[in-house]
């Protein structure tokens, strides 16, 4: 089986290193103009844009058979999709998403990833389902059927402008 990722991972490291090499030039452009840069100074803007990069790093998410994994810059958490127990959304945003699994493993990743990449929301949802038939999951958690329509609208809406079915139309229709 193939391991799908987010195909967006790579854009969204390359904005973080030039964010905070932007951030890094500037401090540097400013410090120079006032004539107040010194090694220690510099040492300094080097570890705030460092910082700026590791807050900035975007998490790197991937799946393959029966599992999903989120890779950030201190830690790797992985969770079996087929034997998930639960799976929801913190807060009133639904802009994250929870998986437990049933050995006590907990991903926590931004919805945005899987919108983004519809592949690996269909390969996500296909675990998703064998976990609740295999009765680890008791029920098809409300965040996951929204996410699911979500993906499927904004799945539809592309194929419909690719294809110059949406002419004339501004923008997506909004489902609030």
Known sequence: ????????????LRGAV?????????LLLVD?????F???RGALWSCLALLLLLVLFPPRVTAGEGWLTVRG???TR?????????AYTPGRTGRRLVFLDAYGS?????????????????HLDTDIRVAAARGHLSE??????DLSERIDRETAWTVFKISGLTDGVDEQPSTH
């Open 38 to 40: 010194t090694a220690a």
């Open 140 to 145: 098809h958690p409300a965040a996951l059927r």
């Open 106 to 122: 907990r991903v926590e990743l931004d919805a945005q990833v899987l919108v983004a990449n519809p592949p690996l929301w269909h």
């Open 78 to 86: 992985r969770v079996r999709t087929d034997r998930l127990v639960a």
């Open 18 to 26: 030039v964010c905070a090499g932007s951030f890094l030039g500037l």
């Open 1 to 12: 089986m193939e391991h799908l990722g987010d195909h967006r991972w790579f854009a969204d």
């Open 32 to 36: 120079e103009a006032a004539e107040t």
């Open 73 to 75: 810059v201190l830690r």
